[in-house]
């Protein structure tokens, strides 16, 4: 256990973080691809149609994985203001900023999806019901830290502004996932992440869990790769001021540049 | 394509559409982040380049 501890605040160190990223990036990404490729091809053409919802049943595979994505970025990102707010970890700063508009699209497309499958199977592409508000809450929620992530220019300043909205927005995660129980919703009770044990046959249920972990290895590879981007952003940040300042004091000794 | 079409049934308008605007959204979202990957990377590498961030021979004598 220390041993993993240590391992992990090795990690935590930036320049370590671009080093380990960029050999990992590449393996992240090819299984995530062969991943979802297999799952598409299980879900479109061995899944078989469901004998109530029909076809449609196929849009199932690609909204529940973004309506877990859009959780569990926002889970990572309460874990990540925690980071900074106790630890005052830059990495964690990094980490939230990175995961907000991953999982925006993904609460996005949890929407759009949704919208889409209810039309055929609700008669409606919207109701105001407690499952489908509270994800369009957790919608505008990423929304608003990103705004606030561009208003506010000293990074850390920010850091700490976003953490402590972020962690003040988490209360709305178990809502969503408990809406459906709390709740009379016309939105379905959980299938698979139940008491119990899941709902689904296996031949519907395989290709969606594959689809839901090629979907993550995707998204985490996208982190990775938003992270590193924001640590050079930083150090771009870092290096233009110090190169100000090298020229102003050049400039006052009136040496040229 | 119009095979799939009619497998689908009589929604497959609906399915087409979730996963065009699913593909669209991903595709979208990976571009912006190697795009901003890119434009960091170069920013950076200028930076380095011009030696920013270290101290000038003639400001240390």
Same mark, same amino acid.
């Not at chain 1, 960029?22 to 053409?45: C, V």
């Not at chain 1, 409606?124 to 990103?146: E, F, H, K, N």
């Not at chain 2, 308008?13 to 979202?29: D, E, M, P, R």
């Given at each position: 256990?220390? /041993?993993?501890?240590?391992?992990?605040?090795?990690?935590?160190?930036?320049?370590?973080?671009? /080093?380990?990223?960029? #050999?990992?990036?590449?393996?992240?990404?090819?299984?995530?691809?062969?991943?979802?490729?297999?799952? &598409?091809?299980?879900?479109?053409?061995?899944?078989?149609?469901?004998?109530?919802?029909?076809?449609?049943?196929?849009?199932?595979?690609?909204?529940?994985?973004?309506?877990?994505?859009?959780?569990?970025?926002?889970?990572?990102?309460? &874990?990540?203001?925690?980071?900074?707010?106790?630890?005052?970890?830059? &990495?964690?700063?990094? #980490?939230?900023?990175?995961?907000?508009?991953?999982?925006?699209?993904?609460?996005?497309?949890?929407?759009?999806?949704?919208?889409? =499958?209810?039309?055929?199977? =609700?008669?409606?592409?919207?109701?105001?019901?407690?499952?489908?508000?509270?994800?369009?809450?957790?919608?505008?929620?990423?929304?608003?830290?990103?705004?606030?992530?561009?208003? @506010?220019?000293?990074?850390?300043?920010?850091?700490?502004?976003?953490?402590?909205?972020?962690?003040?927005?988490?209360?709305?995660?178990?809502?969503?996932?408990?809406?459906?129980?709390? =709740?009379?919703?016309?939105?379905?009770?959980?299938?698979?992440?139940?008491?119990?044990?899941?709902?689904?046959?296996?031949?519907?249920?395989?290709?969606?869990?594959?689809?839901?972990?090629?979907?993550?290895?995707? #998204?985490?590879? &996208?982190?990775?790769?938003?992270? /590193?981007?924001?640590?050079?952003?930083?150090?771009?940040?870092? @290096?233009?001021?110090?190169?100000?300042?090298?020229?102003?004091?050049?400039?006052?000794?009136?040496?040229? #540049? | 394509?119009?095979?799939?079409?009619?497998?689908?049934?009589?929604?497959?308008?609906?399915?087409?559409? %979730?996963?065009?605007?699913?593909?669209?959204?991903?595709?979208?979202?990976?571009?912006?982040?190697?795009?901003?990957?890119?434009?960091?990377?170069?920013?950076?590498?200028?930076?380095?380049?011009?030696?920013?961030?270290?101290?000038?021979?003639?400001?240390? %004598?």
């Amino acid at each position: 256990m220390a /041993r993993m501890m240590a391992s992990l605040i090795d990690l935590a160190n930036p320049t370590r973080f671009m /080093r380990f990223s960029a #050999a990992l990036l590449p393996w992240l990404a090819t299984a995530a691809t062969l991943l979802i490729l297999a799952g &598409l091809y299980l879900a479109w053409f061995v899944a078989p149609a469901d004998y109530q919802q029909g076809e449609t049943i196929r849009i199932m595979f690609i909204h529940v994985p973004a309506a877990w994505l859009a959780m569990m970025f926002y889970s990572m990102m309460a &874990l990540s203001a925690l980071g900074t707010l106790v630890w005052r970890h830059p &990495l964690a700063d990094v #980490a939230q900023k990175a995961a907000a508009p991953i999982g925006a699209c993904f609460a996005l497309i949890c929407l759009i999806t949704g919208a889409l =499958w209810g039309k055929p199977m =609700w008669g409606t592409y919207w109701v105001w019901d407690a499952r489908l508000t509270s994800m369009l809450v957790l919608l505008l929620i990423y929304l608003g830290l990103i705004a606030l992530w561009r208003v @506010l220019d000293e990074p850390s300043r920010a850091a700490r502004a976003v953490a402590i909205l972020t962690l003040v927005g988490f209360v709305n995660v178990p809502i969503i996932k408990f809406s459906v129980d709390w =709740w009379n919703t016309l939105h379905q009770p959980a299938s698979v992440l139940r008491m119990g044990g899941a709902t689904i046959h296996p031949s519907m249920l395989w290709p969606l869990l594959i689809l839901a972990v090629g979907f993550t290895l995707f #998204a985490l590879a &996208l982190h990775m790769a938003a992270m /590193r981007a924001e640590i050079m952003r930083r150090r771009v940040r870092t @290096l233009t001021i110090l190169e100000a300042e090298r020229l102003d004091r050049l400039a006052a000794q009136g040496m040229p #540049a | 394509m119009s095979g799939l079409l009619a497998g689908f049934g009589p929604h497959a308008g609906f399915i087409l559409a %979730s996963y065009g605007a699913a593909a669209l959204i991903l595709a979208g979202l990976t571009l912006a982040i190697l795009r901003d990957h890119r434009a960091q990377k170069r920013a950076l590498e200028t930076l380095e380049r011009r030696g920013a961030g270290r101290r000038s021979t003639r400001e240390r %004598s």
